[in-house]
């Protein structure tokens, strides 16, 4: 069995975003397959983890926690003392750390990349973008082996930074479903029954964190561009669910849109359910770099998803059968017609989907 030592630098457990979801199913899967250890931050409640030792040696909640130099000595010991065959080191943040590890040690070093983050901050807004991106580029030239989930991501490292193809592996974001769900059905009535929703009206849904600028965007985009075009469809019955945590406390809870077709269920325990239960999920992202993991979930819960085309980076587009509908950015109109017109999309994702987003094939592929 192969014994990983893995630095997840912020809180992951419970997860609540997208990232934090991919890196505690990621650690998961690869605790049941290997002899793991994960160090991270003392925010994490260890009461949840099951298969890998957890070793709370980060400083929580504090940027200064990426600029540690007792971590040197500390790191170094625990894999001169364990042997460990690899290091995983989660985001490129820990760069200097890890050439410094991987000059006292010897041990192959591997990093896990979710976005191109210079790419994300840039289309936030922050000044600092261009220090991250000489930053982040050196990450990559250290590592002996880059994990994209983003086959785009892969593709720019290699043609714009000049990485070596035979060091870059795409292992994409998993999923914990292996095959098309049989409750979606038991699924939709329960939360239509939640949520008073009649028989004959479609179910849309929106997930995210939303005090994320390009989730809070693509809010501001359903809201306002969006859903304007579809009221203009009196034939057309549908509700639209907005789930997720931190809506800005200026929104009031969406309660002035109450009366046109949207419902806020803020942080719902089982989006599962609320995955299986819609007819269509929207993905109006706009900005923000890397693959957007809450399409991915929803096409393997069997719903089909409208996206722009900024939404839709980095997925494998040719699994998705007729489950992915991509919409030029800014096309409102064009999105809310798709919306109307794919709303009866009910085929079934194709198998391949599954053989390749299923956390236990991607760890498989790791190993």
Partial sequence: MKKILVIAPYQYLPYFSGGQKLVAQFLDHLGRATDLTVISVSDNDASIIKPYKHLAWLKKKSFSRYFDVSLTSKITGLINKEKFD?????HPYYAW????IKRRTGIKTILHIHNIEYQRFRSMGKWWWPILKI????????ADEILFISPDDKKFAIE???????KCVEIAFGVEISKYPDDRD???????TIHQISA?????LFNGLLDYKPNLDALFAILKEINPIMLNYPDFKYKIIICGKRLPAGLNELREYADKNIIYAGFVPDIEMYFKAADLFLNPVQSGGGIKTKMVEAIAFGTTVISTETGAIGIRREICGKKLIVIQDNAWNDFALAIIKNVDNAGMTPAVYYEHYYWGSIVRKIL
């Fill in 186 to 192: 038991s699924s939709k009535k329960a939360v239509q």
């Fill in 160 to 166: 714009k930074w000049g990485i070596k193809e035979e």
């Fill in 86 to 90: 690899a290091i995983i080191w989660e």
């Fill in 200 to 204: 004959n009206e479609r179910i849309l």
């Fill in 97 to 100: 750390l890890a050439g410094t």
């Fill in 135 to 142: 930053y982040e580029q050196r990450a990559f030239h250290i």
